[in-house]
Structure formats: C-alpha cells, structure tokens
C-alpha cells in the first residue's frame, strides 16, 4: 500500500492512477493522517470491504499504542491546586480516554 500527501498526488496523479490500474491501493494523507483511499474501480466489492476494515483496524492499533505527552508544561496549570501530580496525571489519561 503506498501512501502519498495531498501535493504529491496533486503533482505526479498520473503516475498514482497508473500505479491505482496496476492494481495497489493508494493511501492519500493530509498532515500525516489518511483522508482518502484510492482502489481501481474494477475490484470487487467485498475485497474494497475487507481492506477497508483492515485500514481501521490499523489506525486503531496505532492510536493505542502511543504513549500520553507530557511535554506540554502549563497546559494544566488551573489544575494544579485541586490534584496531586499522581491524581493529575491518572486525570489526564482519563480525560483522554486510555
């Protein structure tokens, strides 16, 4: 599968849609995030289904696996006075959904 940003695919398309024809996938990012897959057009439903949810199972995994930052000194700094440095950073995670 190959990925490409929006400006690169915007510059060489052709070469994309010819690499799209040949039969690989085409992950088009914005930023570093995917927004867009491009498949050939004659592939069969379920194949499109299946690789579709292959593609979330793998954004899901990524997203999991990253650890919580905190390099972003004063961020939380209204906080500072209600929680423990313990209990803040337990908050955090939990405002974040780990």
Known sequence: MTRVG?????DRLSHYLKLVKAGEQVVVTERGKAIALLVSAERGGTIEVRDFVEF???RRV???????????AGALRKYRDQYTSLELQKKALEWRGD
């Open 6 to 10: 929006v400006r690169d695919l915007r």
């Open 56 to 58: 979330l199972l793998e």
């Open 62 to 72: 990524c997203k999991r696996g990253r650890k919580l930052r905190q390099d972003w």
